[in-house]
């Protein structure tokens, strides 16, 4: 607490709330700023001087090469000087539409270079806001986003870098109920998604439609990217007819992602659009290239062709846009669309203490033991003081440990029995741990609902969350 | 029979988290044939040290992993019925969601 000028108090919360108002009016100029960057350079200027030659409307088309204008000639000049990409590519991206699913850890470079490579159409679907969590990977957004949709920061951003190509936002989740009317208008889809139900089900609407897919993944420090649908190709069917166990299926905000890894797997995938766009190369169809950033290791891989059994695109298969509509992802997987984290009920009421609760117990000194169950990495991040690491992994050989610290416990205090409470992050792990401990005689363990995460929210704010 | 074994996507912490495991099969007293039907089982005794059920189903690898045998997908050389020979590279790898 201080006092500001005029002698009125002023708290961390009055100085939090005006640095918001101000950052959303930043955030409100810089849009503003982009928005007339663009029609400025849409007068053909970088430096804003008028120039006779540049203002004076496009020239007819035919005048120069027979398709490019003055402007898009300097513009893409390092590409119509390749001799093995030219006009002629450079004309069929210009010409070519790009739906990229995700605006995330993949979609942010991929969007950026396919904007600025000048391909005619970019559409982005996403409907999620930006948060500062996300920054160390998806550098398409700044923090002046953090907050607002992923979808107009994005835009807001390829706007910047080339205000001749049209940016459509579908500003939703991509579900069976849009998906055909949303990828319908587009030539070519890259799938820079982070959930299982989400690749099959954007897998399958490419095959109804008949759109090439990019398919692209970045988990830790491993990337993956091939080219789906394609030429006669295989569908991500052709390949996974079975979804994976659900326990196989890792997330970044669970296992972490080094950011650059999906950056580079997000250029590979505006890559392999622009080959297809442009119609040069060859397309990673047919072949899988698996990227592992610890060994710097590339390794491009032969995979299976078209499948005659494949229930999407095999010679017997019939999935219409109405059985499309009609599937059901999310049930096919078992896994939600939707990213938010699992909320487990494992252990009956009574087996449980909210963290508020916990915290009482802690203030009035009852004698307890707290056991943290996170992995000893997360523990490394933040903990809670006086607890104990001991991670569900490896909780069957850490009973001692527990027993002798009840023990030690007891010895303080005689007349009463120590409680045992569990914590985690979120309040899944602690619950497994509990069910364990319950079946080898700790009856009287709880865990923390919620976890770390509600002690932060519903104890101490200033508790660090990752 | 020497064999470079690889392990990726994730299939790696099932195996103490080491990546490539150069190893020694003997082939199967059949004919001395090594097939990749013979390496999984060798592979869930020898080499996978928690949770076998990330790795197989069945007798062959669970849904989402992929098997590469000399950089090919298995599904071009017989799957399980896949013969290997000295100094091949087959690669386990999970595939990835991430994004």
Known sequence: ?466 | MRLTLEFGGGLELLCNSVKIHEVNVDPEAEGNKLTMKNLLSWVRTNLIKERPEMFMKGDTVRPGVLVLVNDCDWELSGQLETVLEEKDVVVFISTLHGG
Request: with cysteine; aromatic share 6%; charged share 20%.
């Open chain 1, 1 to 466: 607490m201080a006092m500001d000028s005029n002698g009125a108090v002023e708290t961390a919360a009055d100085v939090r709330r005006e640095i918001s108002s101000l950052e959303k009016a930043k955030a409100q100029i810089e849009d503003r700023i982009s928005a007339l960057q663009a029609r400025l350079n849409s007068y053909g200027l970088e430096d804003g001087s008028e120039k006779t030659n540049c203002s004076a409307p496009p020239p007819a088309e035919d005048l120069f090469s027979g398709k490019l204008s003055a402007d898009m000639i300097y513009r893409y000049s390092r590409h119509l000087l390749l001799p093995s990409f030219g006009v002629d590519a450079q004309a069929n991206l210009l010409k070519s539409s790009v739906l990229v699913i995700g605006a995330g850890g993949l979609g942010s470079p991929a969007l950026l270079y396919l904007a600025a490579c000048g391909v005619g159409s970019v559409g982005i679907v996403d409907n999620d806001v930006v948060e500062l969590n996300n920054l160390h990977r998806q550098i398409i957004h700044s923090e002046a986003y953090i907050g607002r949709s992923k979808v107009e920061s994005a835009a807001a951003a390829c706007r910047g870098i080339n205000s001749t190509v049209q940016i459509v936002e579908h500003k939703e989740a991509f579900r069976t109920s849009n998906a055909l009317e949303i990828m319908r208008k587009y030539d070519i889809v890259v799938d820079a998604t982070d959930n299982v139900p989400s690749r099959y089900m954007i897998s399958d609407c490419c095959v109804v439609l008949g759109k090439p897919l990019i398919s692209g993944a970045a988990l830790g420090l491993e990337g993956q990217l091939t080219v789906y649908n394609y030429n006669g190709g295989p569908c991500y069917r052709c390949l996974f007819p079975t979804p994976p166990p659900t326990t196989a299926c890792q997330r970044c905000a669970d296992s972490g992602v080094l950011g650059v890894v999906p950056g580079i797997i997000g250029c590979l995938q505006a890559l392999e659009a622009i080959k297809v766009a442009g119609a040069v190369g060859e397309p990673l169809s047919g072949r899988m290239l698996l990227f592992d950033a610890l060994s710097a290791r590339i390794r491009v891989v032969k995979i299976r062709g078209r499948s005659s059994q494949c229930e999407a695109c095999g010679e017997n298969a019939t999935l219409t846009e109405q059985q499309f509509c009609n599937f059901d992802y999310e049930k096919f997987t078992q896994t939600p669309l939707s990213t938010s984290p699992l909320k487990l009920q494992l252990l009956p009421p009574e087996a449980r203490i909210t963290s508020k609760e916990y915290n009482e117990i802690n203030k009035k000194g009852e004698p307890h033991i707290l056991i943290d169950v996170r992995p000893a990495h997360h523990y490394k991040i933040i903990s809670l003081p006086n607890s104990l690491n001991i991670p569900l992994g490896s909780l069957e050989g850490g009973l001692p440990e527990i027993s002798a610290a009840l023990e030690v416990n007891k010895a303080g205090d005689n007349s009463r029995d120590s409680s045992l409470y569990v914590i985690c992050r979120r309040g899944n792990d602690s619950q497994r741990a509990v069910d364990c401990l319950h079946k080898m005689g700790f009856t009287s363990a709880k865990d923390i609902i919620g976890g770390l995460e509600s002690w932060a929210h519903d104890v101490d704010p200033k508790f660090p969350t990752y």
